[in-house]
């Protein structure tokens, strides 16, 4: 897993915090970038997998997306999330 710095984490949470997203949900994407599945997720975030479902399906509500394609295309294009 690659490592962020503490400039390159301070901004990208800037950016998604100024569209809404909270600091779990910017975990999650950040996750979901990599092609963790929601029980991968879950394990690394000592969260449920249900919770973590439930984190992607807020943010793509909040982003008006329709699929997690669409959201780790999103977070990619708007610099929410380093790959």
Known sequence: MR??????????????????LTKRERLVLHFAVQGKTSQEIACALFISRRTAEAHRTNM?????LNSQTELVRYGLRNGLIEA
Do not use: P, Q, V, Y
Not at 3 to 13: D, G, I, K, P
Not at 60 to 64: E, G, S, T
């Open 3 to 20: 490592l962020l710095t503490a400039a390159n984490l301070s901004r990208l949470a800037n950016r998604a915090t100024k569209i809404g």
């Open 60 to 64: 793509m509500h909040k982003l008006n």
